[in-house]
């Protein structure tokens, strides 16, 4: 069933019926252009299991001059959505007002620009690891016509909404990433070896949890004490349950940890340096 863009104008009416909103036909399509999309600054979005995630989208909406969007009855605004236009597999619907400035006019149309932001929740937007992709931005009108006076023993309730995508380049969803270090013994001998473990975890929209992220390369990192800049020493591939293990020979005091740059799904991680002291 497809989430109602307009559920900020529409919620109480379309509660009352469970009606999905239909495609409008083309006879009463309105003539909107939405232009220069850009979500979340072109950069990815990553989404834990459980934070409201609030994503900015900017974009530029030309209308006709006549027509009045008053987020009432009539609603316009962008959505993210992943599969086709017309058969979506999952989508993000706009749940509050957009800011818009009107930037320029005509006999016949008005154009503005136009700030709103989508507040990602996980746990009701996310269902699934293929939700950590790329998703499309489409702009979307809505319109209710109602009447609930049901003192004529009549009620009604007309809905019409069009949508236009793809728009803009699209943006990236990815599960976000947890990454620890331990370094031990502590303290150690100067010239020992140090072990140092860490594990890799990422959210896991369908459980709700972080669950470990297997066969990925996480870079060991040492700074020493007094020192602001980490260098590399090797790098370690993770195992069962996300699990990171190698040793080290002791040379001076400093940090220890892992550093994951992330993947297309997944978004990158960095964990707490662990200190060492070496006597």
Known sequence: MRKLAIGIAASGALALTGLVAPAASAATSP????????????????????????VPVTYTLTRPSDLTVDYKTTFAG????????????????????????????????????????????????????????????AGVYSKIDQD????????????????????????????????????????????GTITVTGKLTRADWETGRYSGYISQKATLQFRAKGSTTYSAVKTVTSGTGGALK????????????????????????TAAGDYIDVR
């Open 148 to 191: 609930d006076d049901d003192s004529d023993g009549h009620i009604s309730l007309g809905y019409n909404y069009d949508a236009w995508g793809p728009l803009g380049s699209g943006v990236q969803i990815k599960r976000a990433a947890k990454l620890t270090a331990d370094a031990s013994p502590e303290p150690v001998k100067k010239g």
């Open 78 to 137: 962008v959505l993210l959505y992943r599969g086709t236009l017309s058969r979506m597999a999952n989508e993000i619907d706009p749940e509050a007002v957009p800011t818009c400035t009107t930037t320029a006019t005509t006999d016949t149309t008005v154009t503005e620009s136009c700030k709103e932001t989508l507040a990602i929740d996980p746990e009701a937007f996310l269902y699934s690891a293929s939700d950590a992709t790329t998703w499309k931005a």
């Open 31 to 54: 003539d909107l252009v939405f232009s220069a999309v850009t979500v979340n600054g072109g950069k990815a979005i990553v989404i834990g299991t459980t934070a409201t995630v609030k």
């Open 246 to 269: 190698t040793t080290t020979k002791a040379t001076k005091d400093g940090y220890y940890r892992y550093v994951f740059a992330g993947t297309a799904t997944t978004g990158a991680a």
